[in-house]
C-alpha cells in the first residue's frame, strides 16, 4: 500500500493519560517524522502534533488508538493526493 503524510492532532485533558499517549506513540515510532508538545498548564490541557508517514490504514489506527482513551481527542489531516490527470 501507499504510504502517506499526515498530522495528527491529539488534545489531552487529563494529564493522567499522558503516560498512555506517549506509550501508544512509542508504538508507533518508526512512522513518526516529528512531534510537537505545548503544555497548558493554566487551562489544564495539553496540545501535541505528530507528523506521521505511513499507510492510511496505520495512521488511522493510531489517531484510533489515541482518540479511544478517556479524556483525550486526537484526529488525523492528511495530505492530499495527486489526481491522475
Known sequence: MKKRIA???IIIEDSS???N???ILHQYG???LGRMGIPRVEEGI???SVVVRAEQKEIAALSGKLG???NVTAKAVYKQEKSDE
Open 30 to 32: 518508526e512512522f513518526i
Open 21 to 23: 499517549v506517549q506509550e
Open 46 to 48: 495539553n496540545i501535541i
Open 17 to 19: 493519560q499522558n503516560k
Open 7 to 9: 498530522i495528527v492532532g
Open 68 to 70: 479511544n482513551l478517556k
